[in-house]
């Protein structure tokens, strides 16, 4: 048991046999797509790693990566969160609101409250009125997304201090303030969920609930926190967003939710509870923007994107149910 | 009784009196074990038969073989004459069998009427013969003389009328051959009466019946020929009248049997305060105001049949069950009644589930992410879980259960039955208890890792933890207790005390199916 371990899951004990085996290909093999990307993407698109190219790509999608941090939690405690989208529109519009009022800071406050508690009555539902995740979060979806409106009477927000886009476009010694945003969420994440009981607990949960709950670890708060840590993410994100453009809208949410699944599940992480790890997330993201990025580039319509990017997620989940089965 | 084949009388006639079935030289093997080892039986038409045995004989297993749903390694079976097809639930249903499970296999949401004709329902181009089926339900109905309302879902019914429904819809099939496997063990006395009526009528009928009992009172009332299995071999079968409880007991259990390979052990000196008191358990259905004492070095075993409410017993006392209730004293102290196994672990008492697979470990997770899951925060530095600390602590405990240190860093899942159930005892042990309660600590194991398995309870029990073992293997309940209590339909019916010598299996049988002390 070497200590580099990055995830509960990695066997250790080193040798070059290990890495030609087949379970690690099958491990590893989203790290290699991804380079496969990259050398395709410089050939399609040379700025790809032009700084300003770089930066602009981190930037553009550290709302959706800080949200699927939180959701990397939420999968690999076997759980489920759709209501994503909306929470974000919420915070977006809720900060763009408070702005002028409470000043940056107290509207920060505010929607960090505000998201946190949507949050939680996710968790509460899930772990204590036991509703199955995928519809719990479906109707909160549907109440928060509502509630964006309503707040904002279908109004864009856009409020007159003069700071309000420095989330979104301020720099911090050279780089945008939303990329070390992105990098310490991505950071911390990794942390927890590798060093800390919290993430342990997590993935022993995720992996067999039974066998946690008799082990004498707290499942229903556990649980329930990772959606308390998804409404918040996802308040951050829509407040980044907001600030960026300059103004909170409703529906800025728009496919958040499947798109921060598609960005875990890429990466490797299984919808099926127990396994993953943020690196992988950090490469699902890595992998969405990149191919987004290069689209663009060549000015290829947006609704191919959509359709390549549906079967980049079922190649994904199909090709995780596969290693399973075999490794099984 | 020491014959192997049933009575047939007009045997002469070839055709005229075929045998209900007829089992040749049945072997069944799952895996390394011989769950059949070459049955020969056959059974008369229009009788009822009775399958007694000791947990895990084989007779669970022979029923599976008759009702096609087992497929034997070897051997062949004849219905009616017939040769079997198996692994048909539809082919068996041609032959005639009517086969009634434990688990019953009715719909909730669908009526009573529905459930009966579930599968073959009376149809004319597509559409429902509701009316149909409606009159001949109700001539059923007639026929057994119970009184089920028609239109009721049948997931509002009780137990019993679920039963019967199940045992309307073989009747209705026309089956010939009708399989039930414990059926009365979750009826109330007068639903088991009206069990046993409907039973005697079908055989007026002419049905033959065979059914998997653990109670030998009701074998013995109902049954024209019983049928005992030992060790996956048929022991002796014969008419009725030929048996008393006490001789089924016997043939259960073969050549009494007293030299074990014991596991040494120090019983607890006099006056030694009790370590844990439970006072009272119960858990609604399951188990029924047990009370039991455990002192520190002592290992307490509970005997009894598979469904006699012993892991209940445990989990209640676990705080798994949060229905459970009852009095707990910890060294003399009362502590509130644990309801979540938090709350027990923190009062030192660790619990080892049965099924080690969907209850007690992660199977992705390593062995030694496992061994210390139950109290993680024994291996944390400055707030953080040290890679180091888990090695080192779980190396340490992964050696006192005889699994390689080496390997704790393998994944679970890849893990042989054996290191899996190490790995879940270290879990245990990791926290520190008290009082350590295992159930089943060997099932599906190597010899020798039981072997391990079992010293090291022992060793445990030595350095002073409390331990309660539930094995549906009574004899190593036997070989490593110093007490055993035995249970039966969920009360505390015997105490067997091992100091002045150990006690027989048959004794624990004796006890968990009521025979009188002294009638065998």
Known sequence: MQAKASSPQSTGSGGLRQYLNRDLVLQYGVVWAFCLLLVFGVIAYPGLFALRNVQNILSQSAPLGIVSVAMTFVLISRGFDLSVASIFALGAVIFANRADPFGLWGAALTVIVVTFICGAINGFIVTKLNVNPFVATLGTGSVFGGAAFLYSNSAPQVPDHFDFIILGTGRFLGWPISIWLLLVIFLVGAFVLSRTVYGRSLYALGGNEEAARLSGIRVDLIRGSTYALTGVCSGLGGMILASRLGVGQADMGGSLALDAIAVVVIGGTSLLGGEGAIWRTAIGLLIIATLTNVFDSLAINTNVQQVVKGFIVIAAVALDIYARRIRA | MSDTTLDRPRKTVAGAERAAFRATQVTKRFGGTLALDQIELEAEQGKIHALVGENG?????????????????????????????FGSPREARRLGIGAIYQELTIVPRLSAVANVFLGQPYAKRGLLSERRMREEFLELRDRFDVSIDPDTPAGALSTADQQMLEIMRGARSGAELLLFDEPTTSLAPPEREGLFQVMEQLREQGTTMVFVSHNLEEVLHIADTITVFRDGKLSATGPRTEWTKASMVRSMVGHEVTEYRRVERAAPAPGTPPLLNAKGVTLPGACEAISLELKAGEILGIGGLVGAGRSSLLRSIAGVEPMSRGELFV?????????????AIKHGIAFVPEDRKSQGLVLGMRAADNIVMSNMGEVMRGGVLSERKIAATSREIAAEFGYSADRVGTTVRNLSGGNQQKVLLGKARFCNPRVLMVDEPTRGIDIGAKDEIMGT??????EGVGIIVVSSDLEEVIQISNRILVMAHGHLVDELDQSAGPVAVSDILNSAFGVEKNAS
């Not at chain 2, 309870?457 to 030595?462: N, P, Q, S, V």
């Open chain 2, 457 to 462: 309870l022992r060793k445990l029990a030595d």
């Open chain 2, 57 to 85: 004989a084989g007779k669970s297993t022979f029923l599976g073989v008759l009702a096609g749903r087992v497929v034997p390694s070897e051997g062949e079976v004849e219905i009616f004459g017939q040769p079997h097809v």
């Open chain 2, 331 to 343: 060294e003399g102290r009362q502590v509130p009644w644990p309801r979540r196994p938090r709350h």
